[in-house]
Every structure is written in C-alpha cells, then in structure tokens.
C-alpha cells in the first residue's frame, strides 16, 4: 500500500470561507467516491492554531505505485489541483506501508 499525504497552506489573505476555496475543498472531498484507485480516503480542515499548522489535510492511500499514479492523472484530482493552485501551496509525502 502507498499512503499519499497532502498538507495545504492557504496563500496570505486567503480565507476559507471565500467562495473558490469553498469550492476547492468541496471538490477535494467528492475524489474518495469518484476515483477506484482510493483504497482509502480523507480531508478536513485543520482545527490548530499553531502558526507552523497547515490549512488543510489529505490523507489517502492506494494499493500501489501504478495506482497512485493512475489516481494523479485522474481527471477529477487534476480539476481539484487546478483549483487549489490559485490560492493555496502544499507538500505531499508518499510512502509505502
């Protein structure tokens, strides 16, 4: 199994409760039913207040390398990344278990 996380900052000025950003994380919750690869799959809003926490978690995990990379290309997760990219920065860790 490979576990793929992903750590969202949102850019300065950027709040969650604007419309696109509304939007993006909408999209991103929707992936875990629209893409097969997604043995397992989970976002959210982070609940810290501490300055060095990022916004916004993913959490996922799919059998292996191939599946991972069939899930990246997915056109759902392009669309969501496409969207995340105008007011967010992230890191992505992916390792097997």
């Not at 419309?19 to 609940?47: D, H, K, M, T």
């Not at 997915?74 to 890191?91: L, M, N």
């Amino acid at each position: 199994m490979i576990r793929h996380l992903v750590l969202f900052k949102l850019d300065e000025g950027v709040s969650r409760d604007e419309p696109r950003v509304v939007a993006g994380a909408r999209a991103f919750e929707a992936l875990g039913g629209q893409i097969p690869e997604l043995e397992f799959w989970e976002c959210a809003w982070n609940i810290s207040d501490r300055p060095i926490a990022y916004d916004f978690a993913i959490n996922s995990a799919t059998a292996d390398r191939d599946a991972l990379r069939r899930y990246i290309e997915h056109p759902a997760h392009e669309a969501g990344v496409a969207q995340w990219r105008e007011f967010a920065t992230w890191v992505i860790a992916d390792y097997e278990f």
